[in-house]
């Protein structure tokens, strides 16, 4: 698979020419060729940008206080490829459930290695989506499950199999207080429009997070910014940026939740397998002196497996489904992302 390598300029300048089908964007140089500098997006806008494709109506205000926000098996089993695919994994479609058997339905996660305070995260993807599914890329501080004297912190993009044209922000946070059982969340209500099918082409999803601001987009174009100052809840990580203290790590996952209302109703897994696609990853390191972002490591996923320096796999109950290994495949420059099935 040929790489499309998108160079970074600041989002003012992707907002006015850029096109929002990164698959048909024009080869750029190569990553040895690109300037590792990156200038941030300016903190202090207020006006509203669409993402490029959807008119500036398209977009949902944020709430008056968000003051500079921009809105922007044998499953194991690898069979012949078939011909109309370039790639080796193959299960089938599940159609109907057979009354005398039992279902296990596993998902996936690639999670990262090393831990961060403060960056630019983008990995260019084609997410999946069958009712009742999140495919994400996230950052989470990895005790934040332990709950307790552990605070929460976490970051998502998420695309919920009820609208593969819509997709998800979110900070998710709670204080490390044994007494705090429920977390803070700030997901977009009403999800933010893609203008597109975001299961049927590549394209380009960031987070950005600084001590200033956290923000969100996709294709180069800012979709949403929390700042300092903005206040939800009434615990001691009610500014959830001013709260996002922890290291956090990157991962992706795709599963199935128990939340109808949050992914859709799950159908017993009728249309499965589906798969997010990761066609590169690239993190940056944050200056607070200059406010710019430096390439620090990118992975086009060309070897034969995950790289061991980056990344290792998750293997634990995610609601509906259980994460394993197998499910996570690197082949022909994609890292593939897999939720599937077998039946017992």
């Known amino acids: 698979m040929k790489k499309i390598i998108l160079p970074l300029v600041t989002v003012a300048l992707l907002a006015a020419c ?3 089908n990164t698959e048909a964007l024009p080869v750029a140089p190569q990553a040895g060729e690109l300037s590792s500098a990156v200038t941030p997006a300016d903190p202090t806008s207020s006006g509203a940008i669409a993402p490029v494709g959807l008119s500036s109506s398209s977009v949902e205000a944020l709430p ?13 089993v690898v069979v012949p490829p078939n011909p109309n695919s370039q790639f080796t994994y193959v299960v089938p479609t599940l159609t109907e459930l057979d009354p005398a058997k039992e279902y296990t339905f596993y998902g996936a996660e690639l999670t990262g290695l090393d831990h961060f305070k403060y960056g630019r995260f983008e990995a260019r993807m084609k997410m999946a989506a069958i009712s009742g599914s999140v495919s994400s890329m996230f950052l989470y501080y990895d005790n934040s499950w332990e709950k307790g004297l552990q605070p929460w912190n976490e970051i998502d993009i998420e695309v919920l199999g009820k609208d593969p044209n819509s997709w998800q922000s979110n900070i998710i946070t709670r204080e490390g207080d044994a007494s705090i059982n429920k977390n803070t969340s700030s997901e977009s209500k009403p999800l933010h429009a893609f203008g597109f099918d975001a299961t049927q082409s590549f394209h380009l999803f960031a987070i950005v997070w600084t001590p200033e601001y956290v923000s969100w987009e996709i294709d180069s174009v800012e979709v949403r910014r929390d700042t300092l100052g903005m206040s939800r809840g009434k615990h001691a990580d009610a500014d ?10 990157l991962r992706f996952n795709l599963w199935a939740s128990k939340s109808t209302a ?32 430096t390439l620090s490591w990118q992975d086009d996923f060309d070897g034969e497996d995950v790289d061991p320096q980056h990344w290792s796999r998750g293997d634990w109950e995610m609601e509906r489904v259980m994460l394993r290994s197998n499910n996570v495949i690197v082949e022909n420059g994609v890292c593939r992302l897999i939720l599937d099935y077998e039946a017992n």
């Not at 959830?240 to 790590?249: C, Y």
């Open 18 to 20: 850029s096109d929002s």
């Open 64 to 76: 008056a206080s968000s003051a500079g926000a921009v809105p922007a098996s044998s499953a194991d």
């Open 240 to 249: 959830q940026v001013a709260f996002l203290t922890e290291d956090q790590s």
């Open 262 to 293: 949050w992914t859709g109703k799950w159908n017993n897994g009728i249309g499965l397998p589906v798969e997010q696609q990761i066609d590169y990853v690239r993190v940056y390191a944050y200056d607070p002196a200059t406010k710019a972002f």
